[in-house]
């Protein structure tokens, strides 16, 4: 099973008030130096069968269509290794 | 008007709350409201929708996202590209924009604040399916209550909708969440697909709301059915 992770970000020109309020809140927790913050989401895909090039643009479709709305969103789409789990349940 | 022109569907899709008060405002025009399912795919011969606020589907991905896809909306897409009086309030705006029946998108207030308040409008035309009982420049009251109100598009969208005369409804007395240009509500280009941000359904009686001003949005719809 292979992981597909899409990102999704309000498009740079879009007000984000979630991202500045976090932003506002840093200097009082002691971070300094942090000029600007914006807020996305990250969906994570399981795939069963293999991510061909066929199955990757099935799943801009997907993205471009639903997971974003690209009036005011941007999206971008990667595949992820699937976790080696085994060896993390070993330690 | 059983059986004559003047039946109102009304959508109800999990998470609606106001399709009571959009039903009754429907009945106190004069008009028949029908309850419509969002799983049903037979608009059961109405003469026109109202898509009513809420919350459909928790809007877990972006407000509307996933209530766009249900069942109802197929015939409706269908029926409001031929003309059929479609109005979407709130909620129902923003399933509107997330089917691109109206352009633009509606996002997070900028002030990050839940708006409960009477709020004022101006009427910006009279010509669409909506609007035909008031006057252009008129400004009526109704209430406001939302928490992703602002409505946002491109700037050559927004010059086009000033151009053709598709900003109905306009932020008076304060913008209460951040909507450029103070658009509180937009038309398709053909006048019959309307989409605003506070509640004409709610300002039908004086006993429950500020005002009646409300009432005119479904008086209108159904003149323009009788006349059509």
Redesign the interface.
């Known amino acids: 099973m292979a992981r597909v992770v899409v990102d999704v970000m309000l498009k740079p020109e879009i007000l984000d008030p979630q991202g500045q309020a976090v932003q506002r809140a840093l200097p009082r927790l002691g971070f300094e130096g942090i000029e600007g913050v914006r807020q996305g989401k990250r969906f994570e895909l399981e795939v069963a069968d293999p991510v061909t090039e066929e199955a990757l643009a099935r799943i801009h479709e997907l993205a471009g269509t639903f997971l974003a709305n690209t009036v005011i969103e941007n999206y971008t789409v990667r595949v992820e290794e699937p976790a080696r789990r085994e060896e993390g349940a070993a330690a | 008007m059983t059986g004559g022109l003047g039946r109102i569907g009304v959508v109800t899709f999990p998470g609606s709350l106001d399709e009571r008060d959009a039903r009754r405002a429907v009945g106190l025009a004069g008009g028949e409201p029908v309850e419509l399912w969002h799983r049903e795919k037979d608009l059961r011969q109405v003469d026109a929708v109202v898509l009513p606020g809420g919350f459909s589907y928790g809007d877990y991905?972006?407000c509307g996202?996933i209530a766009r896809?249900s069942p109802v909306m197929e015939p409706l897409l269908e029926q409001a590209r031929a003309g059929m009086p479609v109005l979407g309030i709130c909620n129902g705006f923003q399933v509107l924009?997330?089917s691109h029946l109206l352009?633009?998108?509606l996002?997070?207030?900028?002030?990050?604040h839940f708006v409960c308040r009477d709020q004022r409008l101006r009427v910006e035309t009279d010509g669409t399916a909506w609007t035909g009982d008031y006057e252009t420049g008129q400004e009526i009251t109704v209430p406001l209550k939302n928490g992703e109100g602002?409505y946002?598009?491109?700037e050559r969208t927004l010059d086009a909708l000033e151009a053709e005369g598709r900003v109905v409804f306009r932020y008076v007395g304060g913008n209460p969440n951040?909507s450029r240009r103070d658009i509180a509500g937009i038309s398709n280009e053909a006048g019959n697909v309307v989409g605003l941000m506070p509640h004409p359904e709610h300002a039908v009686e004086t006993l429950t709301g500020p005002t009646t001003d409300g009432l005119g949005f479904f008086t209108s719809v159904l003149k323009r059915l009788v006349t059509a």
Request: charge should be negative.
């Open positions: 991905l972006r996202a896809f924009c997330e352009p633009g998108a996002t997070r207030n900028d002030h990050l602002g946002v598009a491109d951040g």
